[in-house]
């Protein structure tokens, strides 16, 4: 069983930058794709950036180019570097893990996760 916990999240002014940070417990990182998810409120949960089991990052919509996902699995953690934020990327952020896979698997952000943070609240405002 793997426990996961984001830390980092906050409040931030328009064209600041946080780091969320997600520590993993329980199992080891090594083998699991990870991903960074995010809710705002009254819509849908969706994918923001997801790393493979290898390192391969892959990211979705506005999240390219301005976040950055690494994974350190010396530290059992997983980061989300967000800069240039702004109010569109106010909501709760999760990671979730997916594994065992291969480390030659691509990361899928629309496929199944099996364990999942408890979430970060990150707040864009002036």
């Known amino acids: 069983q793997m426990n996961l916990v984001e830390s980092g999240g906050g409040l931030v002014q328009p064209g600041g930058s946080l780091r969320l940070s997600c520590a993993a417990s329980?199992?080891?990182?090594?083998?699991?794709?990870m991903g960074w998810f995010r809710q705002a409120p009254g819509k849908e949960r969706e994918g923001v950036a997801c790393?493979?089991?290898?390192?391969?990052?892959d990211y979705v919509g506005s999240a390219a180019g301005r976040f950055t996902i690494t994974r350190d699995n010396a530290k059992n953690t997983v980061y989300l570097q967000m800069n240039s934020l702004n109010a569109d990327d106010t909501a709760v952020y999760y990671c979730?893990?997916?594994?065992?896979?291969?480390?030659?698997?691509?990361?899928?952000?629309?496929?199944?996760?099996?364990?999942w943070g408890q979430g970060a609240q990150v707040t864009v405002s002036s």
């Open positions: 329980g199992l080891t990182l090594d083998y699991y794709a």
């Open positions: 979730a893990a997916d594994g065992p896979v291969s480390p030659y698997r691509e990361c899928i952000l629309s496929g199944k996760y099996d364990y």
């Open positions: 790393i493979s089991a290898g390192g391969r990052a």
